[in-house]
């Protein structure tokens, strides 16, 4: 049996794909935008029980646990979520808080149209080459909106980065140099503000 070797953040790469797999086999693709809100996204999976693709945050690489201890993939994928490991827990409830500072069973999987999210003035990622990418833009485009490097939001910071990238860039190098010009224009503008204001001075 070969045995594989993975590069230096070879194995989070595997993980994101195998995030964004899952993801995909959900019904994703519409012929026509279904008129009932909130859009579902079926499982294709014959014999899974799951109603609609429901998205369950990681902390860091990191799986997160129930209350009752258990990952979510020791739980009913069935609507409840009761857990297939413990007798005591009545459905996936986690305590996990996110970026945003609000705890992860505050939050919902909502899918939305691109102008549905325009409208609300909510970000929305750039177009994509071809269907079966769904929304996503890349990788980064599953990290959360604070630690993504590439410019995945249209609605987002007003910062201007120089996003092409240069042929002899692998995709390290090209987001090493996007994450220093950020930094720069952070710096500037901080000393900027810092800056004393100079007295006008008017001819009497």
């Not at 070969?2 to 519409?30: C, I, M, N, S, W």
């Not at 090493?176 to 001819?203: D, H």
């Amino acid at each position: 049996m070969e045995r594989l070797t993975l590069p230096p953040g070879g194995a989070e790469a595997v993980d994101e794909y195998l995030e964004y797999r899952r993801y995909k086999q959900h019904k994703t693709d519409f012929e026509t935008i279904p008129q009932q809100r909130p859009i579902d996204l079926p499982c294709r999976v014959s014999g899974c029980r799951c109603k609609a693709y429901h998205y369950v945050p990681l902390n860091g690489t990191q799986p997160i646990r129930c209350r009752c201890k258990h990952f979510a993939d020791q739980h009913s994928a069935a609507p409840g979520f009761t857990c297939n490991a413990c007798s005591k827990c009545s459905g996936f409830h986690s305590c996990f808080t996110c970026a945003c500072g609000q705890p992860a069973y505050a939050h919902d999987t909502v899918v939305e149209t691109r102008q549905e999210r325009l409208a609300q003035g909510k970000p929305v990622g750039q177009d994509v080459p071809y269907a079966a990418m769904g929304g996503l833009t890349g990788f980064s485009s599953l990290a959360e909106g604070y630690m993504r490097l590439d410019d995945s939001g249209i609605v987002g910071p007003s910062t201007q980065l120089s996003s092409l990238r240069k042929p002899e860039e692998d995709d390290m190098a090209y987001f090493e140099r996007q994450y220093q010009e950020r930094i720069k224009m952070e710096r500037a503008a901080k000393q900027k503000g810092k800056a004393p204001a100079l007295p006008s001075t008017k001819p009497s």
